[in-house]
């Protein structure tokens, strides 16, 4: 079945420090990728995606990803955090088709310490 | 960019009413609208693909008969949780696809119902 797994459920990182989230998903022959952003009592915002091309992805809020094809990952980074950075993060796949589903992982809340 | 509203976006009611949630895509049309449900600190469940002009398609283990889901034009579908029951509290989450091969999707604020 396919899957998406964030094996961290908590991050906790102080300010200004780098952090890594970890997203591994199930392989398929064509995937798309993206990582959402909860704050609390809110729905999603997109931070970014990985359609085609370059394995890199760079969002908002100065995020990056990398897609990586033979690790089946697409770690989401970020090298200064803020404290405004705190919140819920989400992977998610589509495997395409006609009913573009998203599978969501279980999320990785970042918590940034002063 | 794209916009999906949700209203309400809360609502407490009593055991054993009915209550409905609308889903609009503001500046776009959307054929399909997902429906998600996300419990406190867990992930979103996909519950249902709204159609527009035709019946939604349930994931495995949603009732269909207890969440109606109608799509009733391309930028509204509605989820109406019928008999609801304190296990059906709950954040409800919408989201519209767009973009080129619709692989982008946009999400509504959510809708957090208590049942009481």
């Known amino acids: 079945a396919q899957s998406v797994t964030q094996l961290d459920s908590q991050v906790p990182v102080f300010e200004e420090a780098p952090v890594e989230l970890r997203c591994n998903y199930s392989?398929?022959?064509?995937?798309?990728l993206f990582w959402y952003v909860q704050y609390p009592n809110q729905g999603l915002q997109l931070l970014l995606k990985?359609?085609?091309?370059?394995?890199l992805v760079k969002g908002i809020n100065g995020f990056e990803a990398e897609f990586n094809k033979s690790q089946t990952s697409f770690h989401l980074r970020k090298p200064s955090v803020h404290i405004s950075d705190t919140a819920e993060y989400f992977c998610?796949?589509?495997?395409?088709?006609?009913?573009?589903?998203?599978?969501f992982g279980t999320g990785t809340l970042l918590a940034v310490q002063p | 960019g794209a916009v999906v509203s949700q209203h309400p976006s809360r609502v407490i009611c009593k055991s054993g009413t009915s209550v409905k949630i609308e889903c609009r895509s503001l500046?776009?049309?959307?054929?399909?609208m997902f429906w998600y449900r996300q419990f406190p600190k867990q992930s979103l469940m996909l519950m249902a693909t709204?159609?527009?002009?035709?019946?939604?398609?349930?994931e495995q283990g949603v009732e269909k008969d207890k969440f109606l889901i109608n799509h009733a034009s391309l930028t509204l579908s509605t989820l109406t949780v019928t008999s609801a029951h304190p296990e059906d509290s709950s954040f409800y989450i919408c989201?519209?696809?767009?973009?080129?091969?619709?692989?982008?999707?946009?999400f509504g604020p959510g809708t957090r119902l208590t049942v009481l």
């Open positions: 392989s398929s022959v064509s995937v798309y």
């Open positions: 990985y359609l085609s091309g370059s394995t």
């Open positions: 709204s159609n527009e002009g035709s019946k939604a398609t349930y």
């Open positions: 500046d776009f049309q959307a054929t399909t």
């Open positions: 998610a796949v589509s495997y395409g088709g006609a009913t573009n589903k998203l599978i």
């Open positions: 989201s519209a696809p767009r973009g080129l091969a619709y692989n982008e999707q946009f």
